[in-house]
C-alpha cells in the first residue's frame, strides 16, 4: 500500500497558475495584482458611497483593513 499524497495547498495552486499566466515572471503577477485589487478597493468604496443603511439593515460595505479594521469571520 503506498501513502497518501499531501495535498497542495489552494495558494500554492493560485500562485503557480497566477505566475504561469504572466510567463513565470513575478514582477507583473504582482503589478496585475495589485491593480486588481485597486479596482476592487475602487469598486467597494463606490458601493460603499451608493448603498443606504436602511437597504442592509444597518450593514455597510467597507475595506476590512481601513483604519486598522480586523475581517470578521
Known sequence: MSAAQP???PELD???AALAWHNGDAIA???TLLDDCRQLRE???LAEISMSIGFTRGW???CADK???QPTA
Open 7 to 9: 495535498a497542495t495547498p
Open 14 to 16: 493560485e500562485l503557480s
Open 29 to 31: 503577477t504582482i503589478r
Open 43 to 45: 469598486q467597494l468604496a
Open 60 to 62: 455597510r460595505p467597507s
Open 67 to 69: 483604519e486598522g479594521a
